[in-house]
Protein backbone atom coordinates (compact mmCIF):
# COMPACT_ATOMS: atom_id res chain seq x y z
CA UNK A 1 0.00 0.00 0.00
CA UNK A 2 1.41 3.47 -0.67
CA UNK A 3 2.22 6.11 2.26
CA UNK A 4 1.41 9.43 1.75
CA UNK A 5 4.43 11.54 2.44
CA UNK A 6 3.89 14.53 4.61
CA UNK A 7 0.97 13.34 6.41
CA UNK A 8 0.13 11.19 9.01
CA UNK A 9 -0.78 7.80 7.58
CA UNK A 10 -3.73 6.73 9.88
CA UNK A 11 -5.82 3.52 8.59
CA UNK A 12 -8.76 5.83 7.75
CA UNK A 13 -6.77 8.12 5.38
CA UNK A 14 -4.99 4.78 3.72
CA UNK A 15 -8.21 3.50 2.84
CA UNK A 16 -9.53 6.38 1.64
CA UNK A 17 -6.65 6.64 -0.72
CA UNK A 18 -6.29 3.41 -1.68
CA UNK A 19 -10.22 3.84 -2.82
CA UNK A 20 -9.34 6.46 -5.13
CA UNK A 21 -6.18 4.83 -6.88
CA UNK A 22 -8.73 2.13 -7.97
CA UNK A 23 -11.34 5.01 -8.49
CA UNK A 24 -11.91 4.76 -12.47
CA UNK A 25 -13.52 7.71 -12.53
CA UNK A 26 -13.82 11.34 -10.36
CA UNK A 27 -15.93 10.23 -6.86
CA UNK A 28 -17.99 11.85 -4.69
CA UNK A 29 -17.58 11.89 -0.69
CA UNK A 30 -20.04 9.29 -0.78
CA UNK A 31 -19.24 6.69 -3.16
CA UNK A 32 -15.83 7.24 -0.97
CA UNK A 33 -17.60 6.80 2.21
CA UNK A 34 -19.54 3.78 0.96
CA UNK A 35 -16.21 1.72 -0.77
CA UNK A 36 -14.47 2.30 3.11
CA UNK A 37 -15.81 -0.37 4.81
CA UNK A 38 -13.88 0.65 8.18
CA UNK A 39 -15.20 2.57 10.69
CA UNK A 40 -14.51 5.69 9.56
CA UNK A 41 -17.29 8.65 9.50
CA UNK A 42 -18.44 10.66 6.91
CA UNK A 43 -17.59 13.46 8.49
CA UNK A 44 -13.89 11.94 8.55
CA UNK A 45 -14.12 11.23 4.12
CA UNK A 46 -15.43 14.89 3.79
CA UNK A 47 -12.53 16.40 5.63
CA UNK A 48 -9.84 14.05 4.11
CA UNK A 49 -10.79 14.65 0.97
CA UNK A 50 -10.24 17.86 1.33
CA UNK A 51 -6.58 17.41 3.32
CA UNK A 52 -6.07 15.52 0.33
CA UNK A 53 -6.73 17.92 -2.08
CA UNK A 54 -5.12 20.79 -0.09
CA UNK A 55 -1.99 18.40 -0.23
CA UNK A 56 -2.13 18.29 -4.16
CA UNK A 57 -2.36 14.28 -3.61
CA UNK A 58 -5.88 14.97 -5.67
CA UNK A 59 -7.84 16.83 -7.72
CA UNK A 60 -10.97 18.00 -6.81
CA UNK A 61 -13.76 19.06 -9.72
CA UNK A 62 -16.51 20.51 -9.65
CA UNK A 63 -19.36 18.79 -12.51
CA UNK A 64 -22.24 21.17 -11.57
CA UNK A 65 -23.70 18.80 -9.06
CA UNK A 66 -24.07 20.43 -5.86
CA UNK A 67 -21.06 18.81 -4.99
CA UNK A 68 -17.62 17.92 -5.23
CA UNK A 69 -15.89 15.04 -6.67
CA UNK A 70 -12.55 13.71 -6.18
CA UNK A 71 -9.63 11.87 -8.59
CA UNK A 72 -6.10 10.82 -7.48
CA UNK A 73 -3.66 13.12 -9.07
CA UNK A 74 -2.66 12.49 -12.76
CA UNK A 75 -1.63 13.88 -15.91
CA UNK A 76 -3.68 17.29 -16.34
CA UNK A 77 -6.92 16.11 -17.70
CA UNK A 78 -11.09 17.14 -18.08
CA UNK A 79 -13.69 15.34 -18.34
CA UNK A 80 -16.94 14.63 -20.64
CA UNK A 81 -19.84 14.24 -18.41
CA UNK A 82 -23.29 12.36 -20.03
CA UNK A 83 -26.07 14.54 -19.04
CA UNK A 84 -28.39 11.09 -19.75
CA UNK A 85 -26.19 8.17 -17.67
CA UNK A 86 -24.14 10.25 -16.04
CA UNK A 87 -21.28 8.32 -17.14
CA UNK A 88 -17.91 10.48 -16.71
CA UNK A 89 -14.77 9.83 -19.05
CA UNK A 90 -11.32 11.23 -18.79
CA UNK A 91 -10.18 13.21 -22.02
CA UNK A 92 -6.09 14.30 -22.22
CA UNK A 93 -6.03 17.27 -24.63
CA UNK A 94 -2.78 19.77 -25.19
CA UNK A 95 -5.06 22.03 -26.72
CA UNK A 96 -6.02 23.79 -23.55
CA UNK A 97 -2.05 25.11 -22.90
CA UNK A 98 -1.90 26.43 -26.59
CA UNK A 99 -5.52 28.45 -25.49
CA UNK A 100 -3.67 29.69 -22.55
CA UNK A 101 -0.73 31.10 -24.33
CA UNK A 102 -2.79 32.24 -26.54
CA UNK A 103 -4.87 34.10 -23.57
CA UNK A 104 -1.18 35.57 -22.09
CA UNK A 105 -0.41 37.32 -25.58
CA UNK A 106 -3.51 38.48 -26.83
CA UNK A 107 -5.23 39.31 -23.32
CA UNK A 108 -1.76 40.12 -21.19
CA UNK A 109 -3.73 37.83 -18.99
CA UNK A 110 -1.88 35.76 -16.23
CA UNK A 111 -3.89 32.33 -16.31
CA UNK A 112 -2.96 30.51 -12.92
CA UNK A 113 -5.89 27.80 -13.02
CA UNK A 114 -8.83 27.00 -15.25
CA UNK A 115 -11.89 24.92 -14.83
CA UNK A 116 -13.49 22.75 -18.44
CA UNK A 117 -15.23 20.43 -18.40
CA UNK A 118 -18.15 19.44 -21.37
CA UNK A 119 -21.51 17.52 -21.40
CA UNK A 120 -23.53 16.54 -23.43
CA UNK A 121 -23.98 12.89 -24.30
CA UNK A 122 -21.87 9.78 -24.80
CA UNK A 123 -22.05 7.51 -27.54
CA UNK A 124 -24.24 5.04 -26.35
CA UNK A 125 -26.81 7.90 -25.21
CA UNK A 126 -27.22 9.29 -28.26
CA UNK A 127 -28.66 5.98 -30.37
ZN1 LIG B 1 -7.20 21.74 -17.76
ZN1 LIG C 1 -24.56 8.25 -21.47
Do not use: W
Not at 29 to 53: G, I, W
Not at 70 to 80: D, G, N, Q, S
Amino acid sequence: MRLISGLKNTPSRLAILSVLEKGKYPLDALQVYKAVKNNTDLATVYRTLETFSENGLVDKFDLEEGKYRYEIKKKHHHHLVCEACGRIEDIFSNDVFALEKEIKSKYEFLVKRHALEFFGLCRSCQK
